[in-house]
């Protein structure tokens, strides 16, 4: 007896099918801005993790290279840390709360409250340690690129949630938040919610790990509250400067001492009782909730390079390469599920999405793939 595929289904199949084409179209890269704007660059490499619907597993140490991130495990003492208090990162403050639904972006969660990943910190120290959570990127060869995480931070005063990109101690790109700092109970746009833009540099640790006297440290308040809602924090980094975005708004750039080396992203959550720093410990259990990741940049890997080399260099050359770049969207309103799927879902690549430049064309693509579904379900018997 022969079977039909659901609209749905139909809908489903063509969408799989029609993913290579999109990275086909993609496969000279990724790029911030137009090519007519002074600011545009491109990227060869992605790397896109959506914590929505990761299974609880995805972190475990089996199957951190398919993830792309490590949990990190770890005892500092209070000196090493600078402060009060040591710090103690564990795998059980590292919790993947996908979406209940796996069509959904919005809705109930496996374990209740928000979806994403869950990274605490949490009140009750453990030998002079407060204990947190932190994951880093398998690959250690990112350099130039756009990196964007969307994330809900804590109100709990007490603690530093951080997104940044780490060589070493001169060579570092911070976005980070320090609860403490916000205003209390705030509603209003014109309360005071600053986010720590930072790099550390050979003058910072000069200054004894202090960036704030340097020029690569710079406050600004943004214009919501960022422990009400996911919203998303971007930084572009290439050879002349590092600007910082908040859902799509440039906050600021900075120009001095830009790393010029590879390394890795980290994001994490913790505290370590500094009075000018983190402060804390929390008062109760404080946590973050990170929805997604997404990085384009490029690669010091000699054997990436070879790759981009064989799928764009080789093969196309002047505008026929730029056709084959895609621009990245801009996230420009807060991507958080309790407004709802439309909001919540954000842009994949990887998940087969049409950049929008493409689209008039990608519709050619697209119907091409329903068609091919089309006889495979009704004139090449069962399916």
């Given amino acids: 007896m022969k079977t039909h595929l659901s609209i749905f289904g139909t809908a489903v199949l063509a969408l799989s099918l029609l993913t290579p084409f999109v990275r086909a179209i993609c496969e ?10 002074s600011s545009y660059a491109s990227f060869t490499e992605i790397q896109e993790t959506d914590f929505l619907h990761l299974g609880q597993d995805a972190l475990s140490y089996n199957n951190r290279e398919e993830t792309g991130w490590a949990m990190q495990v770890y005892n500092v003492t209070p000196k090493a840390a600078r402060g009060p208090y ?31 990943l869950q990274v605490w910190v949490r009140s009750k120290t453990v030998n002079s340690a407060i204990p947190m959570g932190e994951i880093t990127s398998m690959r250690s060869d990112m350099m130039y690129g756009s990196y964007r995480i969307g994330v809900k931070l804590t109100g709990i ?17 911070d976005l980070e ?7 209390p109970n705030a509603t209003s746009k014109n309360e005071y ?25 710079i406050v600004k308040s943004l214009p919501f509250t960022p422990s009400n809602a996911v919203h998303e924090y971007r930084f572009d980094w290439t050879p002349n400067r ?6 799509g708004q440039w906050l600021s750039d900075i120009t001095d001492y830009i790393p010029k080396a590879s390394g890795q992203l980290f994001l994490n959550h913790w505290s370590n009782g500094n009075p000018n720093w983190s402060g804390g410990p929390p008062k109760e259990d404080a946590v973050m909730i990170v929805s997604y990741v997404k990085a ?29 770049v ?29 950049p929008p430049v493409w689209n008039g064309s990608v519709l050619y693509l697209v119907m091409a793939a329903l068609l091919v579904v089309g006889l495979l379900e009704y004139g090449f018997g069962s399916v």
């Avoid at 590092?242 to 859902?247: G, H």
């Avoid at 790759?307 to 390469?321: A, E, F």
Wanted: with cysteine; glycine share 8%; net charge negative.
């Fill in 242 to 247: 590092v600007s910082f975005y908040a859902d």
């Fill in 296 to 324: 384009y940049f490029n690669s010091t890997d000699s054997m990436r390079q070879k790759v981009y080399n064989d799928q764009c260099l080789s093969k196309y050359h002047g505008h026929d390469r730029i056709d084959h």
């Fill in 157 to 173: 005063p007490g603690t530093c949630g951080a997104f940044f990109w780490f060589r070493n101690d001169s060579q570092e790109i």
């Fill in 326 to 354: 895609c621009q990245i969207p801009d996230q420009t309103v807060a991507p958080d599920p309790s407004a709802g799927n439309n909001t919540a879902r954000t842009f994949f690549f990887t998940k087969g999405d049409i």
């Fill in 177 to 183: 938040y320090l609860s403490w700092q916000q205003s």
């Fill in 28 to 37: 000279c890269g990724y790029a911030v801005n137009s090519t007519s704007s």
């Fill in 86 to 116: 040591g710090k103690a990162a564990m795998g059980s403050n590292v919790i993947v709360n996908p979406m209940k639904n796996q069509y959904d972006w919005a809705g109930e969660s496996v374990l209740g409250g928000d979806a994403g």
């Fill in 193 to 217: 919610h600053p986010l720590n833009l930072v790099l550390q540099s050979p003058a910072s640790v000069a200054a004894d790990y202090n960036a704030a006297g340097t020029p690569d440290f």
